[in-house]
C-alpha cells in the first residue's frame, strides 16, 4: 500500500457529512450586485418572493434529513446592515439612516440589504480533524472581499459558527483573511475534499481563480475572486499536509462564461469527482494530482463539453449539485429543477443513470428564488464532516428534524413577505420585522445573542 493510498484508510469511528443549509432570510431580493454571476445581474431588480425562497430551502433540508442525512441549520444575517452603516458615518435613528441611503443611491441601501449569506458554501472553508494537525475541525471564515454586499458577512459568519460549533476543543473558528485582493477568499464554494470516511483523513481539494504573485492565467472579463495565495493561508492555518493537499486553477475562459466559483462547474465527494471537461487549467495535471493522492478508487467523471456546453451547465447549474453518499458505495445527485428544464443536461442525465458508474440517483429540487440570484442546491449549504464525538458537540438545535421543520416553517409564514422589490427596502417596517423575527429565531436554534441589534455596546 503506498503513502498516499493508507492516508485515506478509514477511521475507528466510521463519521458523517453534515450538510448545514443557509436559512434564506426575510429581505432576500433580486439586487444585482455579482458582476461575473450571469444570474445575478440578468434578475436585477425582478420582484422577489422571499417566503417561497425560505420554504424552497427548508423543504431541501428536510427532504434530506428524511433520507437519513445528518442536516442542520445556519441562520441568516441581520439586514438591513444599519450597524455596518453607522461604521460608515451616518447617524440618526434607524429609519433616519435607511431614508437617507435609499433616497440617494438604492443600489447601496440593496447591497446593505442581501440575504446574501443564505449561500453557506460561502461562509467558510472546513477542515475536518482527520485532516488537520491539532485534531481539531478547523473554519476560516471567507472574506468575500471582491463583492461589498459579501465582505459585509464575515464578522457575523464567524460569531454564528461559534454559536453552531462552541466546543473550542474540538472546532476552531478563525476570523476572515484580510480583506485584500491578494487573499480573496470564497470559502468551501471552491473547496472539496475527498476521502474513504469523513473521520479519516482526506485529500483536501483547493481551486483558486487566479495567482495574485507571478500568476499568468487570468480571465479577462469576469473577476476572478478566489486567489492561491488565500488556499494556501487557508491549508497553513488549518495544518494540513502537502500529502493531504491539491491547489488547482480553474479556467480563466469558463469564468469569463459566468462561473465565477468552482462548484458551478464541479463536484466532489468521498472517491468521486463529478466535472465539466473545461473546468480547470492543465486538467491533466490535476488530474493526475488527485490519483496519486487519492489512491487508485479515486474516480473522475468527466462531462464532456460536447454533451454539455459550458454556457448549458451555468444555465442549469448542473454541478451545482450536491453529491450525497448513500452508504452501498453509490451516490445520488440532488440538482436543481432547472437541469430538468435544460435538454441537453437532462438527457446526459438521463445516459449517466443508465450507465454504470458511482452516481446511480438524480434527485431534483425547486429552488428558483436563489437560482435566480446564483444561487443552486450546493450553494445553499456548507458541508461539515465530523466523527461521532463532534456530532454530540454540535449545538443540537440545529438539526432538522419534523419539529424544527414544522418550528421553522410556521416562523416564514408568519414573519416573510412574499414580494420583495428594491422600493420595499425604504420601508422603515421592514427593519422591525427582520429583527422580530430573527430575535425569535435565536431562539428556536439556540445560538444566544448573535445579532448586532441585540449586542448594543458589545463588539459587532
Ligand atoms: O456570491 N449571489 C451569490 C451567489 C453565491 C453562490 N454560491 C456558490 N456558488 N457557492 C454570489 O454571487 C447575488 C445577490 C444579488 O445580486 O442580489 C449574489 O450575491
Excluded at 25 to 37: C, E, I, R, V
Excluded at 198 to 203: D, F, S, T
Excluded at 410 to 424: C, P, S
Aim: charged share 20%; with cysteine.
Amino acid at each position: 500500500m503506498s503513502e498516499q493510498t493508507s492516508r485515506l484508510a478509514g477511521a475507528a469511528a466510521p463519521g458523517v457529512e453534515a450538510n448545514f443549509d443557509g436559512l434564506v432570510g426575510p429581505t432576500h431580493h433580486y439586487g444585482g450586485h455579482s458582476f461575473g454571476n450571469v444570474a445575478s445581474t440578468g434578475n436585477a431588480k425582478q420582484l422577489a418572493n422571499p417566503r417561497e425562497a425560505a420554504l424552497q430551502g427548508l423543504a431541501k433540508m428536510k427532504a434530506l434529513a428524511d433520507l437519513g442525512y445528518r442536516q442542520g441549520v445556519f441562520a441568516p444575517q441581520e439586514r438591513p446592515a444599519v450597524w455596518m452603516l453607522r461604521e460608515l458615518g451616518y447617524s440618526g435613528s434607524d429609519s433616519e439612516i435607511i431614508a437617507a441611503v435609499g433616497n440617494t443611491q438604492p443600489g447601496y441601501l440593496s447591497a446593505m440589504c442581501s440575504a446574501s449569506s443564505m449561500w453557506t458554501a460561502n461562509a467558510a472553508t472546513v477542515s475536518p480533524s482527520g485532516d488537520t494537525a491539532d485534531g481539531r475541525v478547523h473554519f476560516t471564515v471567507a472574506n468575500l472581499q471582491n463583492k461589498f454586499h459579501r465582505a459585509l458577512e464575515h464578522r457575523q459568519t464567524a460569531r454564528t459558527l461559534r454559536a453552531m460549533f462552541p466546543d473550542s476543543s474540538r472546532f476552531a473558528v478563525h476570523e476572515a483573511l484580510p480583506m485584500l485582493a491578494a487573499l480573496g477568499d470564497e470559502g468551501a464554494a471552491n473547496h472539496t475534499r475527498f476521502c474513504r470516511d469523513y473521520a479519516g483523513a482526506g485529500v483536501e481539494f483547493f481551486v483558486y481563480g487566479r495567482q495574485h504573485w507571478g500568476g499568468r492565467h487570468e480571465p479577462s472579463r469576469f473577476p476572478a475572486r478566489h486567489t492561491l495565495e488565500a488556499s494556501q493561508a487557508v491549508a497553513r492555518r488549518h495544518g494540513l499536509t502537502a500529502a493531504g493537499t491539491v491547489f488547482a486553477q480553474q479556467n480563466p475562459a469558463v469564468i469569463d462564461a459566468g462561473v465565477f466559483h468552482n462548484d458551478v462547474i464541479s463536484v466532489g465527494n468521498q472517491q468521486v469527482l463529478f466535472t465539466h471537461q473545461d473546468a480547470f487549467w492543465d486538467s491533466a495535471s490535476v488530474y493526475a494530482e488527485l490519483r496519486a493522492k487519492c489512491g487508485p478508487d479515486f474516480q473522475i467523471i468527466e462531462v464532456p463539453r460536447s454533451a454539455v456546453s459550458v454556457a448549458e451547465a451555468v444555465k442549469s447549474y448542473l454541478f451545482n449539485s450536491q453529491l450525497l453518499a448513500k452508504g452501498d458505495g453509490r451516490q445520488r445527485l440532488v440538482v436543481p429543477e432547472e437541469c430538468r428544464n435544460t435538454p441537453a443536461v437532462w438527457a446526459y442525465l438521463q445516459d449517466l443513470l443508465s450507465r454504470n458508474t458511482a452516481i446511480d440517483e438524480v434527485l431534483v429540487f425547486d429552488l428558483k428564488q436563489s437560482m435566480q440570484n446564483g444561487g443552486g442546491p450546493a450553494c445553499l449549504r456548507l458541508r461539515v464532516a465530523l466523527n461521532e464525538a463532534e456530532i454530540a458537540a454540535v449545538n443540537p438545535a440545529l438539526w432538522m428534524n419534523d419539529a424544527l421543520y414544522a418550528r421553522l416553517t410556521g416562523w416564514v409564514q408568519q414573519h416573510y413577505r412574499d414580494r420583495l422589490g428594491e422600493a420595499d427596502l425604504l420601508d422603515p417596517q421592514l427593519v422591525v420585522e427582520v429583527r422580530s423575527a430573527l430575535d425569535e429565531l435565536t431562539q428556536i436554534l439556540q445560538l444566544g445573542s448573535i445579532y448586532p441589534f441585540q449586542r448594543a455596546g458589545s463588539d459587532l
